[in-house]
C-alpha cells in the first residue's frame, strides 16, 4: 500500500516573516526524491530552497506561485514515497504530524526544514494541474501570475491555448499568445489608421521579459496619448524592503542627517602593506573591513547608536551586531556580522567575506540577516557621493553611510604654511533616530569614525 507524504512550510524559517511561494521545481506527475530541491519560498529577506521530504510521485499542488503561506501551511503532497531519513530515524509515521521546529504542524504530515539556502539561477519547472482534472476545469485554475497577465491583456483563460498538464494555462501560454498575435495586432492598427485618417499606434515592442507592449493601440489627434508600457509584479522583499522603508521614514522615527569627510590615507597605506599577507591567510582585506572597526570606536564613544527604542527605556546593546548593506540582483539584503566588537582586523575580514561571499552566491540563511544593532550602507562602491537620508533599519537608532573614494585637493599646512595637497577621501554620514539622539552625539560619533580612520593603525 502507497504511503502519502504531506509537504509542509518549515516553521523556523517562515516564523515572523511574510513568505509565498516562489515557484516549484517539478510539477504533478514528476518523480522527486529525498532531499532533491522542491520548492523555492521567497520570506521578506531570503529566498529559501526546500527539498523534497521523501521519495516518490508530487500527486498534488495545494500553494501555488505568490500564494502567501505561513509557517506549516500544506503546500503539497507526494505518493508512494518514504519519509525523509531523520524522520525515518525518528520513526515517525507518514502524515503523523512532525514540523520542522519539533512540535506539531496543524493538520499533520511532515515540516520541511532540509536544504535551506538562496534559490539562485535554478529553472523552474512548469507547474501544471493535477492529472484527473478536466481541461475546463484546469483551467480554471489559474496562478496569480496567470490572472494578472490575463487581466494586464485584457484576455479571457479561453482566449489562450493551454499547454499544462490537463489543458491549464501557464504564464508561458499567455506570453506565447500575445507573440503570436503581434502581426495580427499591427495590421488592425494599420487598418484602424487608415480608416479614420489618425496615425498608426507606436509600433509594438517587446521588452525583456517578452511582453509585448503598445500592440494594437491607436492615437486620435489631439488626445493625450499614454506611453506603452509593462507590469513586473513585485516581488516579496521587494514589496517589503517597500514597506520597511515607508514604516521607518513616515511612521516610526524622526530621521537626521550629519555629514562629516574621512581621509583614508593611512587606511590605503596600512592595506597596501597588508593585503598580500591578509590573502593568504583567507581574508582578502577590504576598505569595509575597516569601516567595520572604526564603526565599533565610534559605538563605543556614543553607545546610544548601538540601541533601539522603545516607549518606556532606550534599550543599548552590548554586543555590535553590525549589517553590511549587499546589493544583490534580486534587491538589497543585510546580513549581519556578529559580535564585531571582539574581532580584530583579521577576524572582521573573514568574517565578511564569508559573509558577503555567501549572499552573492545565494547561500545565506534567515538567521544571517536577523538581529542586527547596527548598520552600515557602502553606497560609495557605485559611485556616489553621498546618499541622505539613508533609511534607518528599524528597529535600529542608526544607520552610517560610506561615499565613494576619490582623490581630491585639500590645505594641508607644511611648515607653517598652507598648502593643497591631493588626499584620498570620502563623505561619511550618519542618520540618527532623533529621538535616541542629538546632533551633537551624531557629529561626535562620526567625529571618532573620521579620527579612527586618519589614524588607522598607524
Known sequence: MSSEVQIRAPAEQTEGTRSQIL???????????????????????????????????????????????????????????????????????????????????????????????????????????????????ARALLSPAVRRLLAERGLDASDVRGTGQGGRVTVEDVLNHGAANVGSARVSAAKAAHATGTPSAVAPREDHTGVVAGAATTYAVGATAAAPSHHI?????????AEHMVQSLLHTAPHVTTVFEADLTAVL????????????????????????????????????ANSRWTDSALEVFDSMHIGIATALDTGLIVPVLRDVHSRDLFETAQGLEDLVSRAREGRLSPADVRGGTFTISNHGVSGSLVATPIIINQPQSA????????KRPVVGSENGEDRIVIRPRCYVTLTIDHRV??????????????ERLATSHS
Open 437 to 450: 539622539m542629538d546632533g551633537h552625539q551624531a557629529n561626535r560619533f562620526l567625529q571618532t569614525f573620521v
Open 23 to 137: 515557484r516549484w521545481l517539478k510539477s504533478v506527475g514528476d518523480t522527486v526524491t529525498e532531499n532533491e530541491p522542491l520548492i523555492e519560498i521567497e520570506t521578506d529577506k531570503v529566498t529559501v530552497e526546500i527539498a523534497s521530504p521523501g521519495s516518490g510521485t508530487l500527486r498534488e499542488i495545494l500553494k501555488q506561485e505568490q500564494d502567501e503561506i505561513g509557517p506549516g501551511d500544506l503546500l503539497g503532497r507526494i505518493e508512494g514515497g518514504a519519509l525523509a531519513g531523520n524522520a525515518r530515524a525518528a520513526g515517525v509515521a507518514p502524515g503523523a504530524g512532525v514540523a520542522s521546529g519539533g512540535g506539531p504542524a496543524s493538520g499533520g504530515g511532515l515540516a520541511l526544514g532540509a536544504g535551506l539556502s538562496l534559490g539562485s539561477g535554478l529553472t523552474a519547472a512548469a507547474r501544471s494541474a493535477p492529472a484527473d482534472v478536466s481541461p475546463a476545469a
Open 269 to 304: 597605506e596600512h592595506r597596501q602593506r597588508n593585503k598580500d599577507d591578509f590573502a593568504r591567510r583567507g581574508a582578502p582585506l577590504t576598505l569595509t573591513a575597516y569601516f567595520l572597526q572604526a564603526a565599533v570606536a565610534a559605538i563605543r564613544a556614543v553607545p546610544e
Open 233 to 241: 509584479p513585485h516581488t516579496a522583499t521587494r514589496k517589503r524592503i
Open 399 to 406: 544607520i552610517l553611510g560610506v561615499g565613494k573614494l576619490e
